[in-house]
């Protein structure tokens, strides 16, 4: 096998329109896309990559979709080296909150880092980051995620690439506030199958688990009488069909 597992926590913190806090654990991989882990037949179910959950869903590979999409902003990945946080289909099934690319140059420098964030309703959107050393950008938001928060502001992310520690955080910021904070932290385990099936049995059904918790949570924070934001029109991105 490839690749390592980061069992981690996952923490959002809003302070507006009111304040309400969540924590979560689970695990992630961080993989090479162009050499996924290649599991014992019996554990196969427990961890599935498939191009159809990443991009446009019609690539062949994920590497390919990351490629195209890519393309459309003239960037040419050239062969360089990719990095990929996800979480893997677990019996078929699998919600990414976000995915995290580190794109590499040839000769192995940074070249870009791509946040692909799916929200409940089945949409996915990339945000392109030009990051600096520490793995920090700024971009707007541009895609309707929670219901709670209309799509405007902009997000400050720190997305340095994972090594023994993980250690992400996303920022939303609207009027010179931050209503809401996400941040990931986890450490590095090997990508074994002992481990994998420790951490299975451990967070059982974990991407199932995930996609439930947001909604009940987003059921907590209706109850709590949180306006509602309309959805608006969901527009595909260049690159994602």
Not at 80 to 87: R, S
Not at 126 to 155: H, I, N, Q
């Amino acid at each position: 096998m490839t690749g390592a597992l980061y069992p981690c926590t996952i923490s959002h913190v809003r302070t507006a329109p009111r304040r309400y806090g969540l924590r979560h654990r689970t695990y992630l991989w961080l993989i090479d896309p162009d050499s996924p882990p290649r599991l014992p037949a019996l554990l196969r179910p427990l961890a599935g990559f498939d191009a159809r959950d990443h991009f446009g869903g019609t690539a062949p590979t994920v590497r390919a979709g990351l490629e195209q999409f890519l393309r459309t902003r003239d960037i040419d990945l050239d062969g360089g080296p990719v990095t990929m946080l996800t979480q893997a289909r677990v019996f078929g099934h699998v919600f990414n909150p976000l995915t995290v690319y580190w794109c590499g140059r040839p000769d192995g420098s940074p070249l870009c880092v791509v946040a692909e964030v799916h929200n409940t309703y089945g949409e996915r959107h990339c945000y392109l980051l030009r990051t600096d050393e520490a793995g920090r950008a700024v971009t707007e938001k541009d895609f309707y995620v929670s219901p709670f928060f209309p799509v405007d502001g902009r997000y400050r992310m720190r997305l340095p690439e994972p090594g023994p520690l993980l250690n992400l955080t996303v920022h939303l910021e609207r009027e010179d506030a931050r209503p809401f904070t996400a941040t990931v932290r986890g450490t590095r385990r090997p990508g074994t199958p002992a481990q994998l099936l420790r951490l299975f049995l451990r967070h059982p059904f974990s991407t199932a688990v995930v996609s439930a918790a947001i909604r009940l949570h987003g059921i907590r924070l209706f109850l709590r009488r949180l306006p509602v934001q309309p959805r608006p029109r969901h527009r595909t991105q260049e690159g994602m069909q």
